[in-house]
Each structure stands twice: as structure tokens, then as C-alpha cells.
């Protein structure tokens, strides 16, 4: 059983930054692929960043590619998004997630976070 925490969402103007992060409690962290969905109002659910256990594989939509970036820090049981040049469009609900799949790019959640809201004014 995993259990995960989301902070660090906010509101910031277009072309800002933010830093979200997940804390997940447990001591198999490490066992797990984590990532990051999103969901806008009125949109599905979309699947935007992962990262293997090791952080050797790592998947990135091309919505966010080039522009968000995902580290993991195991020792923390943490795992962080930094988010760059935002534009309004990234406005959603933030959600972390632990999983597994064989490559970050085929990820299946498991367990999931409460979510964080991340606002991006034009």
C-alpha cells in the first residue's frame, strides 16, 4: 500500500514556473513507477509524465515536452514535476501516481494522490 501527497500547486501568470511534489509513505517507493496526470475541467483525465523506479526511463507527453520535467528522489520517497513556461492550457488538477508497466511510457496506475490544483492566468 502506497499512499501519496501532493503540494506546490498554485496560481501563476503564463510563461511562470512551479514546482509540484509528491510524497508517498510506505518503504516499497521504490518498487514503483510514479507519474503524473492531469485533468482540466470538462477533459479526461490525460497521462502526461513518468519515471521508472530507478529514474533510468522517463516519458513525457508531447503537451509537456521540453517544458515539465520529472526527478524522483527515493531516499526522500519523494517525486517532483517541475513545471516551466506554463500557459493557461496546463491549467488542471494535478495528480500523482504509483504503478508500474514495463517502461515509464506504459504506465498503469495503482495508487493515486488527492490531487493539486495548478491555475495558469493568460
Known amino acids: 500500500q502506497v499512499q501519496l501527497v501532493e503540494s506546490g500547486g498554485g496560481l501563476v501568470q503564463a510563461g511562470g514556473s512551479l514546482r509540484l511534489s509528491c510524497a508517498a509513505s510506505?518503504?516499497?517507493?521504490?518498487?514503483?513507477?510514479m507519474g503524473w496526470f492531469r485533468q482540466a475541467p470538462g477533459k479526461e483525465r490525460e497521462f502526461i509524465v513518468a519515471?521508472?523506479?530507478?529514474?533510468?526511463?522517463?516519458y513525457y507527453a508531447d503537451s509537456v515536452k521540453g517544458r515539465f520535467t520529472i526527478s524522483r528522489d527515493n531516499a526522500k520517497n519523494t517525486v517532483y514535476l517541475q513545471l516551466n513556461s506554463l500557459k493557461p492550457e496546463d491549467t488542471a488538477v494535478y495528480y500523482c501516481?504509483?504503478?508500474?508497466?514495463?517502461?515509464?511510457?506504459?504506465?498503469?496506475?495503482?495508487?493515486w494522490g488527492q490531487g493539486t490544483q495548478v491555475t495558469v492566468s493568460s
Open positions: 501516481a504509483a504503478g508500474g508497466g514495463m517502461t515509464a511510457a506504459t504506465m498503469t496506475a495503482v495508487y
Open positions: 510506505g518503504r516499497t517507493f521504490t518498487r514503483y513507477t
Open positions: 519515471i521508472s523506479w530507478s529514474g533510468g526511463s522517463t
